[in-house]
């Protein structure tokens, strides 16, 4: 199905990539721009956003590019406001921004704590404290947070505060789905599993597996049924439904995207 966002105004937050191939950002924007929305893209890094900008002109598509660091709360407004102020309206909020470090209870620092709970789950406190009051002004919206299946199960590496971040968006998207629902807007969550993104070989590989990425690769596989890899597409395939009309009764809940991961018992 063609333009199923068609006009609609998406602001994607974390749209660049570590390095080439498919992020959940930058498959969220792509995706969505050539689905007929608007989209307005951002990420902390020039670097990072300009391939996902490049691809979607390439197409033909609309794209807006900006930096932000959600881990601001002025440099988040600034976003918002330049969003608004291009497009006229937010009818799609998607937030894409994380970050894992490894380390259990006992062994990860306190700021370290501190620092991936602003990154991953203060973020999207921060953007939808911004974009909520313009959706209700419009008359409704559709927000969708990118967690983890780190949020919901062992994955196989102690990364406390990740799996915690992540398990308190899976919360927040319910509490603020019920009590916006009224203003017709929604919130759901994206849950992706071991996905073979840019990430793998940009920083996984060395907290995990001394730098060798086949080594993770063959680790993250063992734990997936399907006998595949997804990517950064089969995550921003879920967040476009969500996204959507066709989910227009979908709200307070979760897709998982993670090939049965989380559907074993061992």
């Excluded at 306190?110 to 973020?123: H, I, K």
């Excluded at 559709?142 to 915690?164: D, K, P």
């Excluded at 203003?183 to 996905?195: C, D, E, K, M, S």
Aim: net charge negative; with cysteine; hydrophobic share 40%.
């Amino acid at each position: 199905m063609a333009e199923r966002l068609k006009d609609k105004v998406a602001l994607i937050v974390g749209a660049g990539s570590v390095g080439p191939g498919w992020g959940n950002g930058r498959a969220c924007a792509t995706i969505f721009a050539a689905q007929g929305a608007n989209v307005f893209a951002a990420d902390i890094s020039q670097e990072a956003l300009d391939p996902t900008l490049d691809l979607i002109r390439s197409a033909g598509d609309t794209v807006e590019g900006q930096l932000a660091d959600v881990t601001d709360s002025g440099s988040v407004k600034d976003l918002v406001t330049a969003c608004i102020d291009r497009f006229g309206r937010i009818d799609v909020l998607v937030n894409v921004v994380g970050g894992s470090r490894k380390g259990g209870a006992a062994e990860l620092s306190e700021e370290e704590w501190a620092r991936q709970l602003d990154t991953n789950l203060t973020s999207v406190y921060r953007t939808c404290h911004e974009v909520i009051p313009h959706m209700i002004e419009d008359g409704g919206g559709s927000i969708v947070n990118i967690a983890s299946t780190s949020g919901i199960r062992w994955t196989g590496s102690a990364q406390i505060a990740y799996a915690s971040s992540k398990a308190a968006v899976i919360s927040f998207s319910r509490v603020t789905a019920v009590q916006y629902a009224p203003n017709r807007i929604r919130a759901n969550t994206v849950v992706p599993g071991q996905l073979h993104t840019p990430m793998v070989e940009a920083r996984l590989a060395r907290q995990r597996a001394g730098g060798d990425v086949e080594t993770l690769i063959a680790q993250r596989q063992s734990r997936i049924p399907l006998p595949y890899e997804g990517d950064g597409r089969d995550t921003a395939h879920a967040a476009l439904f969500l996204a959507s009309d066709e989910a227009r009764f979908v709200t307070g809940t979760e897709i998982i995207v993670d090939g049965g991961m989380t559907a074993r018992c061992d």
